[in-house]
């Protein structure tokens, strides 16, 4: 089947071409990202291999539909990008990648961490600069610590896993209990009762509407003074003004993303040349308790196989006629 990469980068070229000896599908790449400025390079392909970035609202998918797009195939678990309603009214089936490597993701979060706790980012550059002080890299035992994970599914389940091996005391907060944390001593509370006992924050839930700005003004008015806050799931999960008030008042005390919700012009892009136009995430960058990476906690070799043929085997099946269960179905 004839597929249309958008967003496409090295790395997506040489992990979908090893994927493909296995599934005999036709490939066409292109860089830019699918937008209903650039829905002319759709036209005749059947299929759509589009990543986080690319916009699939109604005018785009109207469009690719009456050129032929039949079938929309996202190389990641996230769908918040695509009008479901509109997919759904024209008959255009929607497939992701649930779960490639839920341990990257969960990896990259206690990465961040570490990084924010420890003051590595500012260690390493010290010593590079032959200064060996240790003023201002003072950290806290990780151990003992409460450590709130809001969503439980695997990614957030590998995450507990991770943190308990810490020993770590365990919070939750989603809308269906995981057994796998439960047997590890994780206690469900209410969102409130997460942030006000969590030391450390970590979202691992969905963007959805419900989940829409999940951290806000009023939310951040209840964490733990000095609390850490961690995202390496959605940007829109964080309400950026928001947080970024609440690190000015001293009520966060670190906060670590590798996703920004305004990402979508910044991320995956060498920009080192040209001057960032968005204040606000200028502003984030200005802040020394900040770390922000740009959205790789997917990024390891194992994920991106696990992306690459995960995403043909659901192109295949589509293509066979036959119900696919990586199908996206819509939630609230």
Do not use: W
Request: charged residues 20%.
């Amino acid at each position: 089947m004839k597929i249309a990469f958008f967003s496409t980068k090295g790395y997506d070229k040489t992990s979908f071409l090893a994927a493909n000896e296995a599934y005999g599908h036709e490939f066409s790449f292109f860089e830019p990202r699918l937008t209903k400025e650039t829905i002319a390079l759709a036209a005749g392909f059947p299929v759509v291999c589009v990543f986080i970035n690319d916009e699939l609202g109604e005018e785009t998918l109207r469009a690719i539909h009456t050129t032929g797009t039949r079938f929309i195939a996202l190389r990641c678990a996230g769908f918040n990008n695509v009008n479901l309603d509109v997919a759904q009214e024209l008959g255009m089936q929607v497939v992701h990648v649930p779960a490639y490597s839920p341990y990257a993701v969960a990896e990259h979060a206690v990465g961040l961490i570490l990084t924010l706790n420890r003051k590595l980012y500012r260690a390493y550059n010290r010593v590079r600069d032959d200064n060996f002080s240790l003023e201002g890299l003072l950290g806290f035992d990780l151990h003992g610590k409460t450590v709130g994970v809001v969503g439980t599914g695997k990614i957030g389940q590998c995450f507990a896993q991770i943190m308990h091996g810490f020993g770590c005391k365990l919070l939750a907060y989603d809308v269906r209990e995981n057994p796998d944390c439960l047997a590890l001593g994780v206690n469900y509370v209410a969102l409130t009762q997460l942030l006000t006992l969590s030391d450390v924050i970590s979202l691992h839930c969905p963007l959805l509407p419900s989940t829409y700005h999940l951290i806000n003004e009023e939310t951040l008015k209840h964490t733990k003074p000095k609390a850490m806050l961690i995202n390496t799931s959605r940007g829109g999960l964080i309400d950026t003004k928001a947080a970024i008030a609440a690190l000015k008042s001293g009520r966060l005390g670190y906060l670590g993303i590798d996703v920004y919700e305004d990402e979508d012009s910044l991320f995956f892009e060498d920009l080192s040349d040209t001057v960032i136009q968005d204040d606000t995430f200028q502003l984030l960058q200005s802040f020394s308790n900040v770390v922000i990476t740009s959205h790789q906690g997917f990024f390891t070799k194992e994920a991106l196989s696990n992306i690459a043929d995960t995403t043909l085997a659901n192109i295949s099946i589509l293509e066979a006629g036959k119900d696919c269960a990586n199908k996206v179905v819509k939630r609230s």
